[in-house]
């Protein structure tokens, strides 16, 4: 029970290496349950090293992926994903990458593979791309640019239907408009004065 009177959170975890074939479990161990799996999960790889040797091929998820647990993984063979926020992969995302160095994989996929040396580790990265994944990405970014632009348009149009007495308010309104908007700018080109006669 908790002596915190919080039952909503993990008291404990069980931290478990199993076998690709079958999942078999093949060590496990009590943790702490505010331990981060990955610190955790690294340091029990080692601990089964220590106990077996078998040649194995490790696989765990991006919170693993570190400097620090890739050198502590010296002598394994690896499988991880890379995470997105990596200043490395997010380069390699944003670059455009030439069509031949893509290579066919299951129907619908394709990947391209990448050396990298990151943590003083050299390994393989493999990118894979889905065209379906993204045909829905661009399906989703045509969305967004659509709700954009009628955005932008009712912004101008109630700009544009609005008087001010000076240039400088004009100016004023139109950069305030201009900051609301994140995917466009708007320009000033000018402005049309109007004379208005008052009756005494």
């Known amino acids: 029970y908790s002596r915190d009177h919080r039952p909503d959170l993990k008291q404990w975890v069980m931290n478990l290496i199993c076998a690709d ?41 991006g919170a693993s992926y570190s400097q620090e647990n890739l050198g502590a993984l010296r002598g394994f063979s690896w499988v991880m994903r890379v995470p997105a926020t990596l200043k490395e992969a997010k380069v390699l995302l944003r670059e455009e990458l030439p069509q031949e160095a893509w290579r066919p994989l299951l129907p619908g996929y394709r990947g391209l593979e990448v050396e990298s040396e990151y943590g003083g ?69 000018g402005v049309q004065e109007e004379r208005q006669w008052e009756r005494v």
């Open 21 to 61: 074939t079958g999942g078999i479990p093949l060590l496990f161990a009590p943790g702490d349950g505010n331990q981060s799996d990955q610190e955790a999960l690294v340091l029990l790889l080692a601990r089964y090293r220590q106990s077996l040797e078998l040649g194995e091929v490790v696989v765990l998820d």
């Open 121 to 189: 580790v050299r390994q393989r990265w493999l990118l894979v791309e889905s065209q379906e994944r993204a045909r829905m990405e661009e399906a989703s970014l045509q969305q967004r640019i659509a709700r954009a632009e009628g955005e932008a348009r009712k912004v101008l149009g109630r700009l544009t239907a609005r008087t001010f007495a000076c240039e400088a308010d004009a100016r004023r309104a139109l950069s305030e408009a201009s900051g609301r908007l994140p995917l466009h700018r708007l320009v000033y080109l």
